[in-house]
């Protein structure tokens, strides 16, 4: 049986990261990081390549050129986690143990609960397209592109989801791509959504308010989308304020956006809460119940938004809240609930909400980050993926805590 000091679970954005501080913590030899997936997707471009300003080859490197050198990868898929006896079982029949578990599962997209949602192979021919994953998100730019006239729509799930902006993101390019083209006048565009908002830091949902009223975009709230009748070019959303009635929208393009849950593996495993998130300690990122279990990202029961910058915080608090653990000593640093979400409002616009557990405002430069800038478009398109791959995944960016406090010097 293989024994590790430190085993990661997922190598996605939060277990490559963390697999690279350990590598330094640790040494390498001491590490290994179990992840199935040949390639690793660097999903926030996603939104750009849906909508055309970006290929989506840019999109994913090999996972053997992001798991550090010297780490081990278990190309293998996790089966069960039993904290009881510090094993993981993989796919490929592999007994392993560790000393120090750090969980990053990622969530589950369930296109499947969208009763009639066709094979993903048809949605080019039914104008069906979603930014949330690599097999449908460049369906998203051919919808755009083969737009004649009619309704464009867009879904949000009645579930928590990663990045709750990205829904309305594409929603803003489809405006300004069917401008740009010529089409918008006959064109309407449709914003359904199962929250009871359109954003859920009242800063930043005043000023999408003002834009979707300035762009003549249709927003309704609580919608939640139960059915698609492809052949028909039909959306069915039901009222969740009045379950069973239900609203039928043609589409000339329709943007899905999955309902999401837990990772099954950890819903399924006692480090799961209620609803079957990892439960862990929201300033610590130390399970709740077994102290040489950790996690990050959105596998966690967090209490906030999903997103790659909350990794990029969370990661260098868990990275302190291990060294003391490792030392016996009691976790001091804590997580503040730090989340990002660069809302993409044109080709070449941003809005740049940051924000922490409260709900309030935490941005990082000293402007108002609620206005539409170029400078942060340019920011989410050009700079954050080198800041990624470079940065975050090599376990040097923890955030823009420490920049935050050096730019707002003397302003506030
Ligand atoms: P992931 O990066 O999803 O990694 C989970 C990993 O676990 C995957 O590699 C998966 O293969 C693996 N895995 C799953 N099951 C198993 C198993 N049983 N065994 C082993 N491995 C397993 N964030 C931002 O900060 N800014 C943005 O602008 C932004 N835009 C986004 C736009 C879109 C369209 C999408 C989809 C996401 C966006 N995000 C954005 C969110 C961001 O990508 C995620 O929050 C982030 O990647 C979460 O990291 P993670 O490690 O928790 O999960
Ligand atoms: C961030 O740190 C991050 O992770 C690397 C993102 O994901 C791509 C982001 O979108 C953002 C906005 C941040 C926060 C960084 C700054 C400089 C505000």
Redesign the pocket.
């Known amino acids: 049986k293989e024994h590790y000091k430190v085993i990661v679970?997922?190598?996605?954005?939060?277990?490559?990261?963390m697999s690279a501080r350990m590598k330094r913590k640790l040494g390498a030899e001491n590490v290994a990081v179990?992840?199935?997936?040949e390639m690793?997707?660097?999903?926030?471009?996603?939104?750009l390549v849906?909508a055309g300003a970006k290929g989506v080859a840019s999109s994913g490197r090999p996972?053997a050129s992001v798991v550090p050198s010297g780490v081990k990868w278990v190309r293998?898929?996790?089966?069960e986690i039993n904290p009881d006896t510090n094993t993981v079982r993989?796919?490929n029949g592999m007994e392993i143990s560790y000393q120090y578990l750090i969980v990053?599962?990622?969530?589950?997209l369930h296109y499947e609960k969208i009763k009639g949602l066709p094979e993903i192979e048809d949605w080019v021919k039914f104008k069906i397209g979603s930014?949330?994953?690599v097999q449908t998100?460049e369906k998203t730019w051919s919808a755009l592109q083969n737009f004649k006239e009619g309704n464009a729509v867009f879904s949000f799930p009645n579930t928590p989801v990663?990045?709750a902006?990205?829904p309305q993101?594409i929603m803003y390019l489809t405006d300004a791509y069917l401008r740009k083209t010529g089409k918008r006048a006959k064109a309407n565009v449709v914003y359904n959504t199962s929250l009871p908002v359109l954003f859920g830091v009242k800063k930043y949902a005043d000023a999408l308010w003002e834009i979707v009223k300035s762009r003549d975009i249709q927003v309704n709230l609580r919608q939640n989308l139960i059915e698609v009748r492809a052949d028909k070019q039909e959306a069915v959303f039901e009222n969740l304020d009045n379950p069973g009635e239900t609203k039928v929208f043609e589409y000339e393009m329709l943007h899905v956006t999955p309902p999401m849950g837990p990772?099954?593996?950890v819903k399924g495993s006692l480090l799961a809460d209620e609803a079957g998130w990892l439960d862990v300690n929201k300033e610590t990122l130390q399970h709740n119940k077994y102290p040489n279990v950790f996690g990050?990202?959105?596998?966690?029961n967090l209490p906030t938004s999903?997103?790659?910058?909350?990794?990029?915080a969370q990661s260098s608090i868990l990275d302190r809240t291990i060294s003391q653990v490792l030392k016996n000593e009691k976790p001091d640093r804590k997580y503040d609930g730090y989340?990002?979400?660069?809302l993409v409002t044109n080709y070449n616009t941003v809005i740049l909400a940051e924000f922490d557990y409260s709900g309030q405002p935490l941005e990082t430069f000293p402007i108002d980050q609620s206005k539409e800038r170029w400078t942060m478009y340019h920011m989410?398109a050009d700079v954050?993926p080198h800041l990624y791959w470079h940065g975050l995944l090599k376990g040097f960016w923890g955030g823009p805590g420490p920049y935050r406090k050096i730019m707002h010097l003397g302003m506030k």
């Open positions: 679970l997922g190598g996605g954005s939060g277990g490559i990261t179990v992840e199935p997936s690793h997707y660097y999903q926030p471009i996603w939104t849906g996972t293998s898929r996790v089966q993989t796919g990053a599962l990622g969530l589950q930014n949330y994953s998100v990663k990045c902006g990205a993101k990772n099954p593996v990050i990202g959105d596998c966690t999903k997103t790659a910058a909350a990794v990029a989340t990002s979400c660069p989410k954050m």
